[in-house]
């Protein structure tokens, strides 16, 4: 088990060595970062000079050192519109995305377990029928245009919940602006997880469904039948446990996609979250805040993608010894 999490972790370190080669070239190729800091009025000589104390007459290998240096240490240079560490923007930012995410998620596991289950276990019934159509339908339609549906019959027409913000928050730990702990702030949640949970949600059902019924055909469930055993226990310890690998798998790698998708839903809801912060920072040609927010949520996807490799191979021995091959 450990020669196995030590691959992942290796992995895990060269997808972020590739990480910080894409954000580096961003940040080296757009924008000039001391046309930004003096504007036009500044001599060529000044600028030079300052270019030489910025490093920025380096050679790129250097350059390139440097910038992985003071990653490593947490800093992601400096935002040119805030005028603050680039790496205190995100984290101000932080909070309300991961909320999101997280909301989002809480809806996807809820909504597609039972739904999942039911319809792989009555395939022919007319609640399962329009199930799998539902999934269809949810594929198709893309995540900004269920959003502008969501607010239209929910906040323009029928007024029950708001259209754009985050509502009351409360701070936690000093750092962590929540608005979960806010019945403001949860009306506020309601729509842009709906939505955001919108792009996942078909994916999951179809995938219970498919592995439910795949499972629900090998030899094991048949013999636990033929025990006499209780059908829910069937269903649930046999059918659904054998079920949850690939749904693990999948599940990781989907979460780290939704962070990327928040930016459409953010900005529809005016969620002042990091995908948020992202449209505005290429509005402002910020490339300091856009390489940190390519570094953060690198980070964050391959955390969470190693994470769960390993929860995987923990739950499934098999993975650790076809991956010593």
């Given amino acids: 088990m ?14 972020m060595f590739v990480i910080s080669i894409i954000g580096f070239g961003i940040k080296y190729s757009f924008g000039d970062p001391v046309r930004e800091m003096v504007g036009m009025s500044v001599s060529a000589a000044d600028r030079e000079a ?7 007459n ?37 909070p309300a995305t991961l909320e999101l995410v997280f909301c989002s998620a809480m809806i996807i596991l809820l909504v597609s377990t039972p739904a999942g289950i039911y319809a792989a276990v009555k395939p022919k ?37 708001p259209s754009y913000g985050r509502g009351d928050t409360v701070q936690l730990w000093g750092f962590w602006d929540t608005g979960l702990l806010t019945l403001d702030g949860l009306k506020h949640l309601i729509l842009p997880s709906v939505a955001l949970s919108s792009i996942m949600l078909p994916l999951f059902i179809r995938l219970i469904r498919a592995e439910m019924k795949e499972v629900m055909q090998t030899e094991y469930v048949k013999f636990a039948r033929a025990k006499g055993l209780k059908p829910w226990r069937i269903l649930m310890v046999h059918g659904f446990k054998n079920t949850l690998l690939p749904v693990i798998t999948v599940g ?28 505005e920072a290429v509005e402002r040609s910020d490339t300091s805040l856009l390489v940190a927010y390519l570094v953060f949520v690198g980070a964050l996807f391959v955390t ?22």
Avoid: C
């Fill in 2 to 15: 450990f020669a196995f999490i030590m691959r992942r972790l290796a992995q895990a370190m060269l997808v």
């Fill in 50 to 56: 300052l270019r030489d104390k910025l490093g920025l």
């Fill in 58 to 94: 380096d050679p790129i290998v250097v350059q390139w050192t440097r910038f992985v240096s003071n990653a490593l240490q947490g800093d992601l240079g400096r935002s040119f519109f805030y005028r603050k560490p680039a790496t205190e923007v995100i984290m101000k930012k932080a």
């Fill in 125 to 161: 019934s007319g609640l399962a029928r329009f199930i799998m159509g539902f999934s269809i339908v949810g594929v198709s339609v893309p995540v900004f245009l269920t959003a502008i549906l969501l607010i239209y019959l929910f906040a323009v027409e029928l007024h029950w919940l």
């Fill in 252 to 279: 990781g790698v989907q979460i780290g996609i939704m962070i990327a998708y928040t930016i459409l839903t953010e900005t529809v809801f005016q969620w002042q979250g990091m995908g948020f912060m992202f449209i």
């Fill in 304 to 325: 969470v993608n190693t994470v769960v490799d390993i929860i995987y191979g923990l739950v499934n021995p098999m993975v650790r010894i076809s991956g010593r091959k």
